[in-house]
């Protein structure tokens, strides 16, 4: 089976790649034209292909990531394997106003369309994404690997309230919450986000609290703006001392300063995507996401 990757490779991807095919990196020829158009040519074909594709910006990953599936299909491949390790625009699945779009949709059509058949990424962001999808999603859960990862800082004795920062990921704190242990109380915010300015702001939390130190998990930082109204809550509340579980840690803005302000004992995140070198002012510990894709992978290649 043969890997194809876009131009200049991440860390996880050249992993996965080595993983399948240790001669990946001959198996694509990009080139960039002078007006920025990009140039692909597949030397090497087979009828079974993974493609390690991007969704989330900056720069052309999208139409990369499109282009490749493409010219392999054109090229008579038979069946495309599409890893994206964070499945960028997940979040916009649903329309809130008139004349909204609905990029998640468009772009599973779009992979399907160019000829992928089955897609595997890591904790997609709502099951709306799947079920809408022409074809099939294999989304990882994460929060195995994240408890695993915090049971090794934390101390039963110190009492502890896992988080949802809203209703929506409430799931994924029960999750966090059974693996880690089951008598402990989950709690979760009502979130509102404004759809013209984006601003979110939270009012009552429901739920069972015991103690003074939170757990707060989810799936995506992006401005840190969730999480940021979510601390300034708890503290409402009475919680003291926080811990920060996510899965894709985009940190875009300014999210490092905003998450540093906020004081947290540790945090914990996966590589898939990479990581500012501004982060190295956090408490972080990145949990590696190759162990999961693999594992995933091979269930069906």
């Known amino acids: 089976m043969n890997v194809y990757t876009l131009p200049n490779p991440r860390p996880l991807e050249i992993a996965i790649a080595k993983k399948w095919d240790k001669k990946f990196a001959q198996n694509t020829e990009w080139r960039q034209f002078t007006n920025g158009e990009w140039h692909l040519r597949v030397p090497h074909m087979l009828s079974e292909a993974i493609v390690l594709g991007r969704t989330e910006m900056p720069g052309d990953h999208i139409f990369q990531t499109l282009t490749l599936i493409d010219t392999l299909k054109r090229n008579s491949a038979q069946r495309i394997t599409l890893i ?9 699945d649903r329309i809130v106003r008139t004349g909204d779009h609905l990029p998640a949709d468009l772009l599973t059509k779009l992979f399907n369309r160019c000829g992928a058949t089955r897609i595997v990424t890591v904790d997609l962001h709502s099951s709306i994404t799947e079920k809408n999808s ?11 690997e994240l408890v695993k990862a915090f049971k090794k800082v934390w101390r039963k004795k ?3 309230t896992i988080v949802s920062p809203d209703q929506g990921s409430k799931h994924r704190a029960n999750a966090f919450r059974d693996l880690l242990d089951s008598s402990l109380p989950v709690c979760w915010l009502e979130k509102h986000r404004d759809p013209v300015t984006g601003k979110v ?6 739920g069972v609290k015991r103690g003074t130190t939170a757990l707060i998990t989810d799936d995506i930082l992006d401005t840190g703006s969730t999480i940021e109204e979510c601390v300034r809550q708890l503290k409402i509340y009475g919680f003291k001392t926080f811990y920060l579980c996510v899965t894709h840690p985009i940190f875009s803005c300014t999210a490092v300063q905003t998450i540093r302000a906020l004081k947290f004992k540790h945090i914990f ?23 999961a894709l693999v594992a995933t992978l091979r269930t069906f290649l």
């Open 269 to 291: 995140v996966s590589n898939t995507v990479p990581l500012s070198h501004k982060t190295q002012m956090l408490p972080i510990t990145i949990i590696d996401a190759f162990p």
């Open 134 to 144: 022409p074809l099939p999603i294999s989304s990882i859960d994460f929060v195995p």
């Open 201 to 206: 702001h939270a009012h009552e939390l429901f």
């Open 84 to 92: 994206l390790p964070y499945f960028g625009y997940s979040r916009h």
């Open 158 to 160: 110190e009492l502890l």
